[in-house]
């Protein structure tokens, strides 16, 4: 049966589902064009989504959102980025709250003036099959996914997509992303070099990462104690009582102590339900009856730099089927689509895994990295990130070449800022969240561009006003 055929057979057969996988890898490309979607306004950049078969016994098939740079592609690199979860959406989150071209209002899309794909053409992976509009006809995948399965399939659908689109086979690539994704990005790192893959890989940026369990979520309490979120005696209890790194391996649940179960209880109830805990300065999306706009409405001086709504209007508006049918997306054993998946059963006990390790390797083989933090993240804290890049760049033996300082944006502070070696490289972006490009676009941007050109990050030099700043006393 001719290719042709079998594509009308399939349609005629299984309906659209087999019809978005594309039999002819590379004669897709056409076909996965997003000619516009539904309220974008215009833009001279091209955009692709659509699916990749990355398991043909399971059928399992991921999901990407492509958007061309918006100047001169052909000169720029090539970014895949992944959000975390395990099982959120990196379409969903990753493009359409955060960093991508445009941002959801009510019936149309808004220009983001901050978008990525100014610096790069940027690629967002729906990771793994179950998210988004990800999905495997075998539903057993569902209940064993893990680090090593997610990891192989991402590396197969790089090669199939390079397959697509051979033009960015040579081009230089960076491997983004934030939260689980401290997971995610650098074990793909690790497969593709010491793969057969040729992939032109350069480095790799995680925001937020989970890197180390028992630090990063040991570090909690202190920042909820630093920020004024709880109590001295809550405080006291979470260093007597708790530790989060023991995981009850039952049923692979996470689960915690009875005892520290009471504390983070008492925790919470001293927080409240009006903060988030992703970004513990931000306000939160009230409900419809008193929405941030109408309470933004009735104070006209009022400034809203963030849409602190955007996600209910992404969920809203990705769940269209007009937006679906322009994006080649389809929902598969779901019947709607969510930010994060909601069949996923992921290997929990797979969080506990150190990934110090594995940059360590990935350091030793010449692989940049940088690690950022949004400093208002409760849930994987600065503190705790900077704890295990200080302790990763002493076991490599790496000296700092770019002492702690600030970093600058438009005249103001953007973070604080330290390299080691020329290799690692950590910062902090000063108000951002544990999503940083969704509450600090141009402050997030600033640092995206630093780190695709491997230089340090801007700083006002110490001698410019023939002055020192001092630290007021009281």
Same mark, same amino acid.
């Given at each position: ?10 349609? +005629? ?177 690790? +497969? ?15 925001? *937020?990462? +989970? ?41 692979? +649940? ?46 006209? *001086? ?16 990705? *769940? ?90 438009? *005249? ?63």
């Amino acid at each position: 049966m001719s290719s042709e055929a079998w594509i009308l057979f399939a349609k +005629l057969t299984y309906g659209t589902i087999l019809m978005h996988t594309c039999l002819n890898v590379v004669k897709c490309t056409a076909s996965d064009e997003v000619v516009t979607l539904p309220g974008q306004p215009p833009v001279s950049f091209k955009q692709f989504a659509g699916y990749i078969p990355v398991d043909e016994a399971q059928q399992r098939f991921l999901f990407y959102y492509f958007v061309e740079a918006e100047s001169d592609p052909s000169s720029k690199p090539l970014v895949l980025w992944l959000n975390g979860g395990p099982g959120c959406s990196s379409v969903g989150e990753g493009a359409f709250v955060e960093h991508g071209p445009f941002k959801p209002k009510g019936d149309v899309l808004l220009k983001n003036d901050y978008s990525w794909n100014k610096e790069a053409n940027m690629l967002c992976l729906e990771t793994p099959a179950g998210m988004g509009f990800s999905y495997s006809l075998d539903k057993s995948f569902y209940t064993s996914a893990n680090d090593v399965l997610t990891a192989r399939d991402n590396l197969v659908f790089l090669e199939k997509w390079f397959e697509k689109y051979p033009e960015y086979k040579n081009r230089d690539f960076f491997i983004t992303g934030e939260s689980y994704a401290g997971h995610y990005v650098p074990q793909l790192a690790t +497969l593709i070099v010491h793969s057969k893959a040729k992939i032109n890989l350069k480095g790799i940026g995680i925001g *937020n990462p +989970l890197l180390e369990f028992d630090n990063d979520f040991n570090s909690r309490g202190e920042y909820l104690w630093s920020h004024g979120l709880i109590s001295d005696d809550t405080y006291d209890m979470f260093n007597r009582v708790c530790n989060y790194s023991n995981i009850r391996r039952q049923d692979n +649940l996470n689960a915690i102590t009875p005892a520290c179960s009471h504390v983070a209880n008492q925790a919470s109830k001293e927080i409240g339900e009006f903060i988030n805990p992703y970004d513990v300065t931000l306000d939160i999306c009230l409900s419809n009856v008193f929405s941030q706009s109408q309470v933004l409405d009735r104070n006209p *001086n009022a400034e809203a730099k963030v849409d602190v709504c955007v996600e209910d209007e992404t969920t809203k508006y990705l *769940n269209r089927q007009d937006v679906q049918t322009a994006l080649h997306a389809r929902l598969v054993n779901v019947s709607e689509w969510a930010p994060c998946s909601e069949i996923l059963k992921y290997k929990i006990t797979d969080t506990e895994e150190p990934m110090t390790p594995v940059l360590a390797s990935l350091l030793k083989s010449g692989i940049r990295v940088f690690i950022f933090s949004g400093d208002q993240d409760s849930v994987i804290p600065l503190t705790g990130t900077r704890v295990v890049v200080n302790g990763l760049a002493k076991q490599l033996g790496l000296t700092t070449t770019l002492p702690y300082r600030a970093w600058f944006n438009d *005249n103001q502070v953007g973070g604080w800022t330290q390299v080691y070696g020329d290799v690692l490289s950590y910062a902090t972006i000063k108000g951002a969240a544990h999503e940083a490009p969704f509450t600090q676009p141009e402050r997030s941007i600033a640092l995206f561009r630093c780190f695709l050109a491997g230089k340090p990050l801007p700083h006002v030099k110490e001698d410019i006003q023939n002055n020192e700043t001092m630290i007021p006393l009281l």
